[in-house]
DNA sequence: ATAGCTGCAAATGCTTTGCAAGGCC
DNA sequence: GGCCTTGCAAAGCATTTGCAGCTAT
């Protein structure tokens, strides 16, 4: 079955990356990069791609994921030491993590610069601010 | 068997936060606040109890951690996906990752004034920061 | 043709839980 | 005594892996 479109913009960036083209991997960047910045996890993913009568396993939604972060087309985000999300944008940011829902958000830059309680999304307040320096041997 | 130091002052601080004070939580209580701020995980813990000769199990290992977090005693600290840290530190602080050795460290508070990368730890280089900022509903 | 990918199911690793036995007040 | 705690083993959950079959080039 070959029902790839030879040259979409999903087919040149994962060539681009040098991974190759498969149906799955069009299908989940197509889902990942074809609206806007996203937040996942696996398992978010994986129910989209159902949702989109995509066919995928789990399993696949998993290396895909950790492949187009080793890519360079995803990061990682770590705010629950139970699930592993995954950000759409790779530039240096940061994020609101939604404690009830799970769910996560860009922090605007302008947040950034002033950070006071009445800068915080409407309906919340602070839980905590947690800043993780992650070092790495320089050798 | 009654080996419970009446008025030691493990003892002393389990009773303060209301949980009983029994042998495994007193030993464990000990291990943690003992000798200056520490950063564990269940297993680290856990190894350190035997490595001392205390008996207690893994799942009680976990109970504990969870007790003590919830009283106050500690602070969780989010840092991979795959583990959980606890912090014998609940002051508002933040921490070094060593992403090779898993290990975590205070920031002395100098660093938060002025972080350059002539600050960082020697033999290190800066793979990330992250700021996680955490909201709940103000309901 | 063949190196690489997918999917399933089984395995893993950390954490939690159910329940009977034991310990603290 | 009564309730809380412990320990073991089993269950749970997210994630990873082994391997046979499939697919892109």
Redesign the pocket.
Known sequence: ????Q?NSDA?KS??AV????????MA?ARLLFGQGNMHV???SLYDSAQEAGI?????????????FTTAGLLRQVVVD?????FDTNVDEHHHFYFEESGELADIPSEFIRSMAPMDLPAGTELSRIDIVVRLRSNG
């Open positions: 079955m070959a029902d790839l030879p087919m994962l060539r040098g991974l190759r083209p498969t149906r799955q991997r989940l996890t696996a398992e066919q995928v396993s789990l399993a696949t939604v998993y290396n895909t994921l950790h492949q030491s139970s699930r592993c999300y």
